[in-house]
Each structure stands twice: as C-alpha cells, then as structure tokens.
C-alpha cells in the first residue's frame, strides 16, 4: 500500500500548488474504501494542507503511518513513515512530469452539474471530470469546487503516479471535496478526501519545511522503480 500513498501525496501536491499569495490550511479526511482486510489501517486518514504562494505541503497520518510531502518553490520532498519503515524521496517538477508523460492524451471533459451543497462552510459546486487513461479505460473524477477560495493551482496541472493520472487544467474553482476510483491488484478502491476546515491565517514560510533525518531517502526515478516492483509483487 506504499505506493498508494505515493500517489496520494502527488496526486493533492499537483491539485494544490501555484496558488495566490493568500495563505491557507485546509483540514481535510481521506477514506479509502474497498481495500483488502490486511490494509484496513489506511481506509481512514486525516489530512493537513498547507499553502501560500507557490509553497505546499500536505501531512497525512493513519493508524499504520503517516507521510508529508513538500515542495519549497522548487524541489518537491515527499517521505513516508510506513510502521517504522521510513523513506522518502526528492524532486524537481520536471523531473516528475517527464516520468509521467501525458503526451497525445486529450484533456478531460468537464461537465458541471446544478447540484451544489456546502463543504467547510463553503457552497460548492459538482463537476464531473472524464478521461481516458493511457491504456484507453474511462475514468471518472467528482469533485465539489468553490469560487470563493481563489487559486490557480488546477490551471497547467495534473495528479502524478499511475492510475490517478488527471489534468486539471480547465477545471473552475477550488476542490474542497474530490471522488475517485481507482484498481490496485485487482481490488476496485473509491477514494474520497472531503474538507473539513478552512483557515486563513497568516503562514510563515518555516511550515513548508519537512526534517529528513532518519529516513532512507532516494531520488524519483528510484521510487518509481520501487513502485514498480511493489506492484509485480503484489500481482
């Protein structure tokens, strides 16, 4: 389930950088629902996004773990705390949009809906996102936006990692609620991250900081590869 939690990490790193110089910390829960009995650990999670300007930084924390992932203007640091196990890794932006190639893939088609509701005190609308993965199967992202949190972090942006590969590029608005599928070893999963509290506070720029010591850190190409073998494994 490492990976995951990887994913996870790029996916709301990609979602949530390049805002306004406005500060924002977003309290936030991801349930995970369809994972294997032995997993159970992570169908609960508490979340904690953290922005200002370009910086970001995401904590995550479960009953088998926890990570963070950071990207400090120009290199993004992401480790991960796995029941002791601790790793991580660092990156440039280039660096992980060229390991994940989106070329001839056509942007997602966007269809907002008239249904709207209120998520952490702000009214949201729905949207529902389609798009073709790589391999040709649909895939389907709901997310619940606000025009009141202003942001340019969905312009130019896509989720990193496979099986959660979406550009956000046309999407209006800022996601405070987001429903995704996804297929890992032959489990269907649903995966939804609802906010629960929206602050704007002031943030000093030491918050988007992450301390590295004692983990065993790698470069991104690593971490993929890692991946890759996680999966072949699990196969």
Known sequence: MKHIIYVLGLFLLNLYSGFSQDSYTIKMTLKI?????????????????????????????????????????????SITDQMGNKTGY???????????????????????????????????????????????????????????????????????????????????GYPLMIEATQNQNGNDMKIIITATEVSTAPLEDAVFTINTEGYTMMSYQQMMENMKKMRKGGE
Do not use: H
């Not at 709207?116 to 993965?133: E, F, L, Q, V």
């Open 33 to 77: 629902e369809g994972l294997p009995p032995e997993y159970a650990g992570f169908g609960e999670q508490e979340m904690v996004n953290y922005m200002k300007g370009d910086l970001y930084k995401n904590e995550t924390s479960s009953m088998m773990g926890s990570s963070s992932t950071c990207f400090d203007g120009k290199l993004i640091t």
């Open 90 to 172: 660092t990156a440039t932006k280039e660096e992980i949009d060229a390991a994940n190639p989106k070329d001839g893939q056509e942007k997602p088609k966007i269809e907002y809906t008239s249904e709207s509701k209120k998520i952490a005190g702000y009214d949201c609308t729905k949207a529902i996102m389609t798009s073709i993965s790589a391999d040709g199967k649909e895939n389907k992202v709901i997310v619940w936006v606000t025009d009141k949190i202003k942001s340019s972090a969905a312009k130019g942006r896509r989720t990193g990692g496979r099986g959660m590969q979406m550009d956000f590029g046309e999407l209006k």
